[in-house]
Nanobody, 118 residues
Framework: QVQLVESGGGLVQPGGSLKLSCAASRSIFSFYALGWYRQAPGKQRELVASITGGGRINYANSVKGRFTISRDNAKNTVYLQMNSLKPEDTGVYYC????????????WGQGTQVTGSS
C-alpha cells in the first residue's frame, strides 16, 4: 500500500509563504503524476497543481504565478511552494498520485491544514 505523508502546513499572514512537502513510500518514478489538491470549507476539492514524471506542470488559474510545484526524485518527495498567500488559499491541502494518465488519482495523503489569516 502506497503512503503519502504531507507536512509543512500552518497559519500564515496574507502575503506570506509556506512550503508543503509530500513524502511517498515508494519511488515517485513509478507514478504517472503527482499533484496537490485543496479543499476549502464548504467547497469541493480542487486540483491546485500537478507534475508528471516527464516534468509537465499544470496549475489552477487561481494560483498561477504564486505557487510552484516541484519534485525531488532522490527523496521521493514532491513540494508545493506557496507565495503571496491569500485568505482564499485557506484549506486542507492533500497530496495525491496517479498511476495512469487517464486514470483516477489513486493515492491520497491525510492532508495538511493551511490557514491564511491576519
Amino acid at each position: 500500500q502506497v503512503q503519502l505523508v504531507e507536512s509543512g502546513g500552518g497559519l500564515v499572514q496574507p502575503g506570506g509563504s509556506l512550503k508543503l512537502s509530500c513524502a511517498a513510500s515508494r519511488s515517485i518514478f513509478s507514478f504517472y503524476a503527482l499533484g496537490w489538491y485543496r479543499q476549502a470549507p464548504g467547497k469541493q476539492r480542487e486540483l491546485v497543481a500537478s507534475i508528471t514524471g516527464g516534468g509537465r506542470i499544470n496549475y489552477a488559474n487561481s494560483v498561477k504565478g504564486r505557487f510552484t510545484i516541484s519534485r525531488d526524485n532522490a527523496k521521493n518527495t514532491v513540494y508545493l511552494q506557496m507565495n503571496s498567500l491569500k485568505p482564499e488559499d485557506t484549506g486542507v491541502y492533500y497530496c495525491s498520485a496517479k498511476n495512469f494518465e487517464l486514470g483516477p488519482w489513486d493515492y491520497w495523503g491525510q492532508g495538511t491544514q493551511v490557514t491564511g489569516s491576519s
